[in-house]
């Protein structure tokens, strides 16, 4: 074995790192089979993280199915001698291939769509008219909707956070080109936006974020520690996504 695989391998058990060892030889069926079997536990683990921002109607068994195959597919394609390891690497893939999964269904209603896009926008002219986060109660005006239909919308919007907000912030921090004075400047503003943002919400929104970003819990685990419902703390994480992505929405309006 050359120094790159045993790099890639020096976390691995010995009957795992075995294991891989036959399969980057033969390429055989068994070996990844047992291999996929040995990492299911990482589609679980990124069901649950992704969870966070679904709909109780989406299937969860058919999000977990995508998710196998994205296994399998990290399985076939990984490469030791990137020095990646291998969970990072296969739970990229299993993500994607759920988020895949995901916009295939196209599951979100036009309808839906259109009031997300209201909320949103509504919460970014009033968070700049009165320089602070609205009410609930304010919002709810500005919506023109009565209590029953605003409770209804709040149930609507994990849909639009199904992306969640690492994926999303990776989308619009511009990378960091040492040749590039002026997007090594907007990516750190973004950055301060975003921490300055975050010390702003609400306390436990604030630890929410903390919790499945840096932590890296999910939802269950979250719900667990703070002693609230699983559909609470999903109610807390998209609220606080909705409010980050308004923060970093404005601040790169203002560069424009």
Known sequence: MDTEETSGMESLTEDVAGLWQSYWQTHGTEERNELTEHYLSLVRL???RLAISLPPYVDRDDLLSSGFFGLLDAVERYDPERQIKFETYACVRIRGAMLDYLRAKDWMPVATRQRIRK???ALGKLTTELGREPTEEELQDALGMNEKEYRALQGQLSMATVVPLDDYLSTEMPE?????????LEAEELRKTLAKAIDKLPEKERIVVALYYNDELTLKEIANILHLTEARISQLHTKAVFRLRGSLARMKATLL
């Open 119 to 121: 909320f949103s926008d």
């Open 46 to 48: 990124v069901a649950g």
């Open 176 to 184: 960091q080109d040492a040749t590039n004075p002026s997007a090594r």
